[in-house]
């Protein structure tokens, strides 16, 4: 196996990914909306998982929903928001079942329930906003009941 051993070509192909070049080409609000979107859809996953754990579900639907967020791309299944005056605006997909869509309700409201209240007051105030179109994503098939 060929190995190079100067790691200049390393650079060369990451030069197009650091925080300079983004600042260069007027790119770093538009990277910094994205991370924080990513984070946002993260932490909405670990919230949600948590919540599922606690649940009084049977073994056989607990395992099924938590294979959701706990698959590789998770993050990209929770609904988009946008930021309100007051809180955000969460856009459910065109491509959610009302099996899915009560149970990420169940979950939220799950997960307020063990929030103190101090931990209550500090969580962003969601509305439910209009359905975002989208086209449906591919994954396995146990994860069918999921979509329309």
């Not at 200049?8 to 070049?21: K, P, Q, V, Y």
């Not at 007027?26 to 859809?41: D, V």
């Not at 993260?42 to 049977?58: G, L, P, S």
Request: with cysteine; net charge positive; aromatic share 8%.
């Amino acid at each position: 196996m060929y190995h190079n051993s100067n790691p200049d070509w390393l650079l060369e192909s990451s030069e197009n990914h650091t925080a300079a070049n983004r600042k260069s080409r007027n790119k770093e609000t538009l990277h910094k909306q994205r991370q924080a979107t990513y984070e946002r859809k993260k932490e909405k996953v670990r919230r949600r998982i948590q919540a599922a754990e606690k649940k009084n579900w049977t073994t056989e639907k607990k395992n099924m929903v938590l294979g959701v967020p706990k698959s590789k791309d998770s993050h990209k299944l929770m609904s988009s928001d946008e930021e309100a005056d007051e809180g955000f605006i969460s856009h459910p997909y065109s491509w959610e079942s009302d099996a899915w869509r009560n149970i990420k309700q169940s979950l939220d409201k799950k997960y307020q329930e063990t929030c103190s209240s101090r931990s209550r007051r500090l969580l962003q105030k969601r509305q439910i906003g209009s359905v975002r179109e989208q086209e449906k994503p591919k994954l396995k098939e146990e994860f069918s009941w999921m979509f329309n």
